[in-house]
């Protein structure tokens, strides 16, 4: 199997470089390998490497920024997506994207399947909302795994964040109304190499998360009592409850972002480690 994968350095990519079949080969580009909203490029990177394959981790990540770096935002994660399905598409290679529950509105009340209306509210989301469908539009052979709230020992995230600022704060303020489910990237990297190595790929779009529903808050309480439980440090540091109101983050969220996994559990069962928080914030302290 010849995979090509985007964005390796990232999260997601990283983790799943970790994680490949020994005897499958890799070409794992990054943005300054492989900047993939220059369609040249893509195309010609994939006409060279022939992959089966092509696994799409790059991303246009930062929520907030992208309110004012739309344009930006866009291009990576709508025309960068459509490069790849394109090239997918001309090389006869299966594509598999990721993409966000910030698609959604936040407004249901109950675990959101594949088949509920998207509604983005904030411009990162309508820009994934897009390579969706531009990707969707371009390639039949397009797998597109939505996913929340991703966390791993690699780059910036939430888990990192509160491990930094726990100890240089004795009061964290966190966000309370926001609902979702966080997600561990080495976790994600075995659904998508599963879903790579099916010999009858489905098609479509999946829902693919962590199991536990929390908020940032319960979230971030949990990951300073597992880290107080390695270093002393953390145990005296709180955490106070705010509202999304009072954040007043520059991009609006959406309040409930519950995704059903039913359908990728269907399909390839449960891929999801047990306790892999544990061994995150520990592998994370260790450094
Ligand atoms: N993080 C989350 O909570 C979350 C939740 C749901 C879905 N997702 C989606 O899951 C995917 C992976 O997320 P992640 O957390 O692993 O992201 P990440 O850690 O931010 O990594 C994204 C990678 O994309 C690369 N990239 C950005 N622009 C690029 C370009 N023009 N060409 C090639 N590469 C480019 C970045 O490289 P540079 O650093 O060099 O720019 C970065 O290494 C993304 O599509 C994201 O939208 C993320």
Redesign the pocket.
């Known amino acids: 199997m010849r995979i090509l994968l985007?964005?390796?350095?990232?999260?997601?990519?990283q983790c799943l470089k970790d994680r490949l079949p020994e005897d499958w080969e890799l070409i794992a580009?990054?943005?300054?390998t492989?900047?993939?909203?220059d369609g040249h490029n893509v195309l010609s990177m994939v006409k060279t490497f022939e992959p089966d394959v092509i696994i799409?981790?790059?991303?246009?990540?930062l929520v907030d920024k992208a309110e004012a770096h739309a344009q930006q935002a866009f291009?990576?994660?709508a025309t960068?997506t459509l490069n790849l399905a394109l090239a997918a598409k001309a090389q006869g290679a299966r594509f598999i994207?990721?993409?966000?529950?910030?698609v959604f509105d936040g407004t249901q009340h109950a675990p959101i399947t594949e088949c509920s209306v998207p509604n983005p509210i904030n411009t990162?989301g309508k820009s994934?909302l897009a390579g969706e469908l531009l990707a969707l539009n371009a390639h039949v052979d397009t797998i597109i795994l939505?996913?929340?709230?991703?966390?791993?020992e690699?780059?910036?995230?939430?888990v990192k964040s509160v491990l930094r600022l726990g100890l240089e704060k004795s009061n964290i303020p966190m966000v309370q109304d926001q609902i979702g489910c966080p997600?561990y990237?080495g976790d994600l990297a075995e659904a998508l190499i599963q879903f790579a190595s099916m010999s009858k790929a489905p098609r479509g779009i999946y829902h693919f998360t962590g199991h536990q529903q929390t908020n940032w808050c319960e979230f971030a309480r949990t990951i300073l009592n597992t880290a107080a439980s390695i270093d002393p440090r953390y145990q005296s540091v709180s955490i106070e409850p705010i509202t999304t109101a009072e954040l007043a983050a520059p991009a609006t969220r959406p309040l409930y972002c519950v995704l059903d996994n039913q359908a990728v559990q269907n399909l390839i069962g449960n891929p999801i480690a047990d306790t892999p928080l544990v061994r995150v914030v520990k592998k994370l302290l260790a450094h």
């Open positions: 985007t964005g390796s350095k990232g999260q997601v990519g580009s990054d943005s300054k492989l900047d993939i909203t799409n981790t790059a991303g246009y990540t291009a990576v994660n960068g994207h990721l993409s966000t529950d910030q990162y994934k939505r996913s929340s709230w991703i966390y791993s690699y780059g910036h995230n939430f997600t990237a």
